[in-house]
């Protein structure tokens, strides 16, 4: 099994990046019905108004090849593209489990 734990850091105000947040986390949120290599995901909005990073999602896949086939399905393609404009940074670690 591997987690594919990834965080984003967003642009805007802080309520533009709540509303961008927002969107994305119900997007990523729909994908286990329509992405089949995809077993569970988590997504947090960061309530911590003193730390940088605005959202954190956990997929659990069975494969490395499935991190790859869930990047790539047009499902998960199309949630990224709500961000792709206000995306300032991500950072990413997949770990096999």
């Known amino acids: 099994m591997v987690k594919h734990i990834v965080t984003f850091k967003l642009k805007g105000t802080p309520e533009e990046r ?26 947090g909005i960061n309530a911590n108004p003193d ?20 990047a790539s399905h047009p499902a998960h393609v199309a949630a990224a593209a709500i961000i792709a404009d206000v995306k300032h940074s991500r950072a990413c670690v997949d770990y096999e489990v």
Do not use: K
């Open 51 to 70: 730390e940088d990073w605005d959202l954190v999602l956990t997929a659990t896949v069975d494969t490395m090849a499935d991190v790859a086939a869930y």
């Open 18 to 43: 709540l509303r961008y947040a927002g969107d994305f986390r119900d997007a990523l949120m729909a994908l286990p019905e329509e992405v089949p290599v995809l077993r569970a995901i988590e997504v």
